[in-house]
């Protein structure tokens, strides 16, 4: 099976592996005019790889049917990137920071990633991942991530989103970001699709 791509792009947010494995897809859908009060924002631990990983399967599967060749959403095994990622999670700690959002009862919403910026990315800090659970899309759980996010970062932003990704695009320019003309191919041929393109983001 061809290698799994990393998130950056879509806002996780683009699909470039080099420093983190989902930078740039992100599935949040835009904001809602309000915030469920019993929202908690925490930190991740190594041990909720395998449900995170569950939801980011999830959440490509419903925002990326269409724009993704079907035969890479299919072969995504959830199990599979959390025992692939845990290494790499606890030697970027300290780079990286992940957020989960959960209601009351624990239910798993939405995962943000973010950290230090990837060498010749430039701004202060660069914006991973980003998935809402596809159910909660519009109930502010996105924005309430990247709000999180932005109070833990001093500078600006980057962050990468297919250009097909109109939905995440959207959510980000309400979030104060914008196109700065920088661009990248996320080639998809291996799975019999096209070479897609990502732009990149940033907010200062």
């Not at 202060?124 to 759980?141: D, K, M, N, Q, W």
């Not at 996010?149 to 962050?159: D, K």
């Not at 959207?170 to 699709?193: C, V």
């Amino acid at each position: 099976m061809p290698a799994r791509h990393s998130d950056s792009g879509h806002s996780d947010s683009g699909h470039s592996d080099s420093g983190h494995p989902d930078s740039g897809h992100s599935a949040a859908g835009p904001p809602a005019a309000g915030r469920d009060a019993r929202e908690e924002v925490t930190e991740m631990t190594e041990a909720e790889l395998p449900r995170v990983m569950r939801l980011r399967a999830r959440a490509w599967a419903a925002a990326y049917d269409g724009l993704v060749p079907a035969a890479y959403l299919g072969a995504m095994d959830p199990e599979a990137d959390a025992r692939d990622r845990a290494a790499w999670f606890r030697e970027s700690r300290g780079r990286v920071t992940d957020l989960l959002a959960r209601d009351a009862r624990g239910e798993l919403l939405g995962w943000a990633s973010f950290g230090l910026p990837r060498p010749g990315e430039g701004p202060a800090g660069e914006l991973f991942a980003l998935y809402a659970a596809p159910e909660r899309i519009g109930t502010g759980v996105g924005r309430a991530l990247v709000t999180e996010v932005h109070t833990r970062v001093a500078g600006p932003v980057a962050l990468w989103v297919l250009e097909g990704n109109h939905r995440a695009r959207r959510f980000y320019e309400r979030a104060g970001y914008r196109a700065d003309g920088r661009h990248r191919p996320d080639d998809y041929r291996a799975w019999g699709g096209p070479v897609l393109r990502e732009l990149r983001y940033v907010r200062d």
